[in-house]
C-alpha cells in the first residue's frame, strides 16, 4: 500500500514539475484515465489525483476505462477535444495504449504513462511505476521474518 502512493505521489509530483516548467499558467488542463472504477484501488488513486492536481491550482478530468482498451481510446480523444495539456494514462494494455498515446502527441499533449508501461510507442513523455526490486524484497523479507523452524 505504501509502495502505491509513494508511486502516485512521485506521479504528481511528476507531472506538477512537468506541467510549471512547461507551462505558466495556474489553471492548466490535466486529464487522468485510470483503467476501472471496479478496484478500491483506483478510486483511491482517483481522490488522490483530483485532490493533489486541484490543490496545486490545475484543472483536473478523470475518467474510467473499465477494462475496455477502446473505451480508453475514446477517452483520451475526449480528452485531447477538451483541450487538456497533460495526459496522465494508466493503460489497460500498454501495447492497446500506444494508438492514444500517439493521437495525444500529435495534439500537443505530454503524456505521463502510470503504472503500467505504454509501449510500442515514442509518445510516453515520462514513466511512473512503483519499485518492483524494492517490492520482491520487502516480499521476500516478510517470508524469512515469517518462517519458522
Known sequence: MMKRAIALLSALLLATVMVTTAFAQASLPVGVILPTKD???W???EAR????LTAAGYNVEILFSQGDSAKEKANVESLI???VKVLIICPQD???AAAAADAARAAGVKVISYDRLIRESSSVDYYVTFDSFA???AWGQY???Q???
Not at 489525483?49 to 493533489?52: D, N, T
Open 49 to 52: 489525483f483530483k485532490a493533489a
Open 143 to 145: 517470508l524469512v521474518d
Open 135 to 137: 517490492v520482491g524484497a
Open 81 to 83: 477535444t477538451k483541450g
Open 94 to 96: 500498454g501495447v492497446a
Open 147 to 149: 518462517a519458522k523452524g
Open 43 to 45: 478510486l483511491q488513486d
Open 39 to 41: 478496484e478500491p484501488r
